[in-house]
């Protein structure tokens, strides 16, 4: 390739940030090792790709044509690294899936029996992990596959899709607790109640100042949580149908909830699929529930 895949990277990663340093961040490199790819892909490109007078670099006339080729050169170069590997018919020796807790247990029932046929000798390793902890652990290396609820925007490096599946999501208390009195809750009274919120490693969201707020990594651990009385909590509805009895946790009735929420699938570009992996991922996208 006549231009460094890393000064396309760059590039592309520097549009979806916002900033070189915002990039830099996002592929863990320094913001001058960011600037200095874009610099030199302008010298070999023979054009200005950003305007540099503002706070934050704008693309230019000439980097808005630019961007869609490299996009295109980017994706090219992730499916070339998956025919390779499909070619060669490897298949991995361990396969890490990090899923997150809004996969509905049957499914991941069925996927677990059917890879066990297909796949006797492959370890596999199932991990729990929510938003920007699967998005890490996919980038270390540490997983090879990972779910995610749907976002707009990911790093470069980490591929994605849409599922066909969707999870529905509501907002559940224990039965005993005060606001189940009440027919009809409206999302302004929830505000005066501790709040069991998902707050994962990376993310560290601090709470405002709206109202109480207890926080775990995973759904699994707030549903337990709810349970016990502690506060109330947003859950998918399948992990509760699992994991709780009515006795447990009542859904509560409020305008716009249950709601429905889709499923991205994730991978890491730079480390293309065996058979195993490629397989999950064709299953998933298969599946809707």
């Known amino acids: 390739m006549r231009y460094s895949p890393e000064a396309l990277t760059a590039f592309v990663e520097t549009v979806s940030c916002g900033s070189f340093s915002a990039a830099g961040r996002r592929l863990r490199k320094s913001q001058s090792t960011i600037s200095t790819a874009i610099a030199h892909l302008e010298v070999d490109l023979g054009v200005t790709l950003f305007d540099r007078s503002a706070r934050q670099p704008v693309l230019t ?4 044509r ?3 080729y490299v996009q295109a050169i980017l994706a090219a170069s992730e499916r070339l690294d998956e025919l390779a590997v499909s070619l060669r018919g490897e298949t991995e020796a361990r396969l890490t899936f990090v899923l997150s807790d809004t996969l509905h247990p049957d499914v991941l029932e069925d996927l677990l029996a059917q890879f066990d046929r297909r796949f006797p000798h492959t370890e596999f390793e199932c991990l729990v992990g929510e938003d920007d902890d699967v998005v890490d652990l996919l980038q270390k290396g540490r997983a090879q596959v990972g779910l995610i609820e749907a976002r707009d925007d990911y790093p470069t490096d980490i591929g994605h899709t849409r ?19 009440q027919a009809r809750v409206e999302w302004e009274q929830l505000r005066t109640w501790r709040e069991l919120r998902l707050n994962t490693y990376l993310e560290n969201r601090s709470a405002p100042a709206r109202g109480p707020v207890w926080s775990a990594p995973n759904y699994l651990m707030l549903l337990s949580m709810a349970a016990q009385g502690l506060g109330w909590c947003v859950l998918p509805c399948a992990l509760v149908d699992e994991f709780a ?4 946790l009542t859904m509560l ?3 716009g909830w249950p709601m429905s ?10 480390a293309p699929l065996g058979a195993a992996g490629s397989w999950l991922r064709q299953y998933l996208q298969q599946v809707s529930t």
């Not at 006339?61 to 808005?64: A, H």
């Not at 009895?245 to 447990?248: I, L, M």
């Not at 991205?264 to 730079?270: I, Q, S, Y």
Request: charged residues 20%.
């Open 66 to 68: 630019v961007l869609s």
């Open 61 to 64: 006339p000439e980097g808005q």
């Open 163 to 181: 599922l066909p599946m969707q999870t529905r999501m509501a907002v559940y208390v224990s039965p005993d607790h005060p606001l189940t009195a």
């Open 261 to 270: 929420v889709s499923i991205d699938l994730l991978w890491h570009k730079e």
């Open 245 to 248: 009895s009515s006795a447990e």
């Open 253 to 255: 009735d409020i305008t």
